[in-house]
């Protein structure tokens, strides 16, 4: 068993930056992918960034160059960075955790979820 609490969301306004954390708890030697969604009303869930052990790391289109992805294992945690932030970056954004070991763009494919941090870019 996983536990998954993101922390860091909030209102910023367009061309702000953000920081989310997410803090893993229990069986966490059994993650080996930790990604970040968003999902924002009206669309799917959608990968923005994951990152495999400490190294391998996956962007989104669109988030590429505007987001980084960190992980401190010693401490159970993960981190997504945003800059350059646009109101169509506005979501609920997911920590989830995945126990094999490639990345996979598919939300049903990790196991664990925190319950979700609200974003909202302003104009």
């Known amino acids: 068993q996983v536990q998954l609490v993101e922390s860091g969301g909030g209102l910023v306004q367009a061309g702000g930056s953000l920081s989310l954390s997410c803090a893993a708890s229990?069986?966490?030697?059994?993650?080996?992918?930790m990604g970040w969604f968003r999902q924002a009303p009206g669309k799917e869930r959608e990968l923005v960034a994951a990152?495999?052990?400490?190294?391998?790391?996956y962007y989104a289109d669109s988030m590429k160059g505007r987001a980084t992805i960190s992980r401190d294992n010693a401490k159970n945690m993960a981190y997504l960075q945003m800059t350059n932030l646009k109101p169509e970056d506005s979501a609920v954004y997911y920590c989830?955790?995945?126990?094999?070991?490639?990345?996979?763009?598919?939300?049903?494919?990790?196991?664990?979820w925190g319950q979700g941090t609200q974003v909202t870019v302003s104009s």
């Open positions: 989830a955790a995945r126990q094999l070991v490639s990345i996979v763009l598919a939300a049903h494919a990790y196991e664990y």
């Open positions: 990152i495999r052990g400490s190294s391998g790391i």
């Open positions: 229990g069986r966490t030697r059994s993650i080996n992918v």
